[in-house]
């Protein structure tokens, strides 16, 4: 099978570290000081999972409420999305079900099955106001993955996206095996006609 490209989407309010994940992610880097994306900007990493060959394609967007229009143009065509909030702010927590059903209402065509995983970034320190098993029921209700990490110590980052990477692989190649079937179409049987006998 040839390479798959995957359309990642990371949601998350501002300050919860997005960009700081995705350069942990793809450079194996992390700086204190990034400005806040404007918009979106995208990254992409050729991967393996499950033995496919998979080329993920990483859209990293802002979070401030007044880019909202704008990211919301960035949903389509997307294959799985990456809900990302603060383990110290607890308002990034509460966001995260706003975040959700903006990406499900405005995606192109909207796809209700679309793949997410919850991060709960910066468990690296201290003053934390939201629990693991509170982020955990969260996720169990709506059936998402959630990992905790850590941008800065690269908790959990490759492991976080390998997740969500792998449930869009099964998705992509579910609905690859929906247009083959789709698109097969079976012959009709020939219809024989019989001469009808008139009776006297």
Do not use: H
């Given at each position: 099978m040839k390479q798959v490209e995957l359309k990642i989407i990371i949601l998350g309010a501002l300050g919860v570290g997005k960009t700081s994940l995705l350069h942990q992610y793809i450079h194996q880097q992390f700086h204190e000081d990034y400005r806040s994306?404007?918009?979106?900007?995208v990254l992409s990493?050729?991967?393996?999972v499950d033995r496919s060959a998979v080329k993920l394609q990483i859209w990293d967007t802002g979070g401030q409420e007044r880019f909202r229009a704008v990211v919301s143009s960035f949903y389509k065509g997307a294959d799985g999305c990456v809900?990302?909030?603060?383990?110290?702010?607890?308002?990034?927590?509460?966001?995260?079900?706003?975040?959700?059903?903006d990406i499900l209402e405005k995606s192109h065509p909207?796809?209700?099955?679309?793949?997410?995983?919850?991060?709960?970034n910066?468990?690296?320190?201290?003053?934390?106001?939201?629990?693991?098993?509170?982020?955990?029921s969260w996720c169990e209700d709506r059936h998402i993955p959630c990992l905790e990490v850590s941008a800065k110590n690269n908790i959990n980052v490759e492991q976080a996206f390998q997740t969500l990477a792998k449930h869009a692989l099964i998705k992509?190649?579910?609905?690859?095996?929906?247009?083959?079937?789709?698109?097969?179409?079976?012959?009709?049987?020939?219809?024989v006609k019989k001469n009808k006998k008139c009776c006297s």
């Open positions: 994306t404007l918009g979106a900007s990493k050729n991967i393996t809900l990302v909030f603060d383990v110290t702010d607890r308002d990034s927590f509460l966001e995260l079900e706003g975040w959700r059903q909207p796809d209700p099955s679309l793949p997410f995983v919850v991060l709960g910066k468990i690296d320190m201290e003053e934390r106001q939201v629990t693991r098993s509170e982020a955990l992509y190649k579910e609905g690859l095996m929906s247009c083959m079937t789709d698109s097969i179409k079976l012959k009709p049987d020939k219809v």
